[in-house]
Nanobody
């Protein structure tokens, strides 16, 4: 069955870095644009970053632009989120998602498949 499994979350101090991975199975990975979303306690889920099927196009939320980098390795069926210069406001559960029909969209409802999420906590 379709699975997206995130890993790489953890606890870091402000200014630190984390690299999240999302491994896909049960789907044709290269047919999906991939995105990262996050949800902090008491807040709505928000878009973080997305990458097109080939990896040639990326989209970022303004809040993370210049700090986060999304990439993918279709041979490994994996999408990554490199997070640098982390801030306490980046604390959230980060989930990856796949979009069969769009391309690097920031619109949450365009994504058809979702991972379970991984916790990222940034301390002051």
């Amino acid at each position: 069955q379709v699975q997206l499994v995130e890993s790489g979350g953890g606890l870091v101090q402000a200014g630190g870095s984390l690299r999240l991975s999302c491994a896909a199975s049960g789907l044709t990975f290269s047919s999906y644009a991939m995105g990262w979303f996050r949800q902090a306690p008491g807040k709505e889920r928000e878009f973080v970053a997305a990458v097109s099927r080939s990896g040639g196009t990326t989209t970022y939320a303004h809040s993370v632009k210049g700090r986060f980098t999304i990439s993918r390795d279709n041979a490994k069926n994996t999408v990554y989120l490199q997070m640098n210069s982390l801030k306490p406001e980046d604390t959230a559960v980060y989930a990856c998602a796949g979009d069969l029909f769009g391309g690097a969209s920031s619109y949450e409802k365009q994504y058809e498949v979702w991972g379970q999420g991984t916790q990222v906590t940034v301390s002051s």
